[in-house]
């Protein structure tokens, strides 16, 4: 908490000294949505969409523009929105553009181009940091990060082909398209990755490790007990329920500075197939990472309502 209370003192005197060094309001941007939720999505308290958003606007302005807003640490730490607010147990604010936490605080962080802004009130005990959601799909592969589109690479196992197709398909609808590569030749720096594969597949990739050693270090609250159990994790990290055959998995994180990389895995092909089949922006919105067995979805953290 001591760190995001640094940080969120930076950010304000960033932002202090660059409003008094003249920046004009710019041409403005379009087509902005701020999506407000409690409890890891699972509580609505607003979206909102912009179709004209004035120059120069931060992610700060905006909210305080279009909900009910109070701060602390001199304007860089949000305290409550409309009404709900963090409490000392471990309970705060945090926010994510295009599916990405910030690494500077609201009032540092500009506005650009088709950016979906989400804002979510959620318990922090397990992990301080999340670093990417499957909430915001199609972004970030559209409009990218800090107004710049990244590649897209795709990574798929030999035995999840239908699945691999799936996944192609559903990018393809929104415009992105994919250079498709060799199953654990990494994205690479300036790129986005997607991994697709059963977790026999794809269990040695930096993804999936970062997933298998906790949400305390990649975010994601399940994770594997071999091969054929996919664990469900409640937001204190604790495993809640388990799925076995044809269970799949739909998450996101990133390593240190990396960019993210998304994973679409499950306990066999028919799981993978099935969370392939979720990679919609119905089924993953607002949601942080996806569990799917059969036709039922499961949004994690498991039971993330209070």
Not at 4 to 25: E, K
Not at 90 to 106: K, Q, S, T
Not at 116 to 129: K, M, N, P, V, Y
Not at 259 to 275: C, Q, R, Y
Request: aromatic share 6%; charged share 20%; hydrophobic share 40%.
């Amino acid at each position: 908490m001591l760190a995001r209370i640094r940080i969120a003192l930076a950010a304000a005197v960033v932002a202090a000294g660059a409003s008094g060094c003249g920046l004009g309001p710019g041409p403005g941007t379009a087509d902005v949505t701020l999506t407000v939720t409690r409890d890891f999505g699972s509580g609505q308290v607003a979206t909102i969409t912009r179709s004209k958003v004035p120059g120069s606007e931060t992610v700060m302005r905006m909210l305080e523009r279009s909900l009910r807003v109070r701060t602390r640490y001199g304007g860089g730490f949000v305290e409550s929105i409309d009404g709900f607010s963090g409490t000392a147990d471990r309970r705060d604010w945090f926010y994510y553009v295009n599916g990405i936490e910030a690494p500077v605080g609201a009032a540092s962080t500009v506005v650009h181009r088709g950016d979906r802004i989400w804002w979510d009130l959620h318990d922090w005990s397990a992990t301080e940091s999340i670093p990417a959601v499957v909430g915001s799909f199609p972004e970030p592969f559209v409009h990218g990060i800090g107004g710049r589109r990244l590649p897209t690479t795709l990574e798929c196992a030999d035995d999840v082909a239908r699945a691999c197709s799936q996944v192609t398909n559903a990018l393809d609808a929104d415009g992105v398209p994919v250079a498709s590569q060799q199953l654990g030749t990494g994205s690479g720096s300036d790129s986005l990755g997607v991994v697709v594969g059963t977790w026999a597949d794809v269990r040695d990739e930096l993804v999936a490790s970062l997933i298998q050693r906790g949400p305390s270090l990649s975010g994601v609250y399940a994770r594997f007990a071999g091969p054929g159990e996919l664990q469900l994790l409640d937001p204190r990290g604790r495993v809640v329920r388990a799925l076995t055959a044809g269970a799949g998995l739909i998450a996101a994180t990133a390593h240190y500075s990396s960019e993210p990389i998304w994973l679409i895995t499950g306990t066999d092909p028919t799981g993978v197939l099935a969370a392939a089949r979720a990679l919609t922006p119905a089924r993953l919105r607002d949601h942080f990472a996806l569990a799917v067995s059969g036709s039922s979805d499961m949004p994690l953290p498991l039971d993330g309502a209070t």
